[in-house]
């Protein structure tokens, strides 16, 4: 399995950035598509996950209200919306994916992107 991130960049404090993560390979079984953030100094940390048989969806509090992650139109693709973005959400994105139905932390996830930078200017 792979896993490819687009759609980081530049942004001001109060816009808005769609990150896509395409996923290729074989899929013998339900995963989920987490996206996890590293900011320098910090842990990883996830933003959202979604489990793709049912689209479930998780945020933290960080986070809630303002990014939005969903399953795309082309197959094993999905997009994570960012709205209202803040100093503090700058840092390297990825998508990661685990086999069945639970999200779960950055400890668990079987495949993991290149990430994707975002930064989000004062």
């Known amino acids: 399995v792979q896993l490819v991130e687009s759609g980081g960049g530049l942004v001001q404090a109060g816009g808005s950035l769609r990150l896509t993560c395409e996923a290729s390979?074989?899929?013998?079984?339900?995963?989920?598509i987490g996206w996890l953030r590293r900011v320098p100094g910090k842990d990883r940390e996830g933003v959202a996950c979604?489990?793709?048989?049912?689209?479930?969806?998780y945020y933290p509090d960080s986070v809630k209200g303002r990014f939005t992650v969903s399953t795309g139109d082309a197959k094993n693709t999905v997009s994570l919306q960012m709205n209202n973005l803040k100093p503090e959400d700058t840092g390297r994105y990825y998508c990661a994916l685990a086999w069945g139905d639970m999200c779960m932390g950055a400890g668990g996830m079987h495949y993991w992107g290149k990430g994707t930078p975002v930064t989000v200017s004062s």
């Open positions: 390979g074989t899929f013998y079984e339900s995963y989920i």
């Open positions: 979604i489990v793709t048989s049912n689209n479930k969806t």
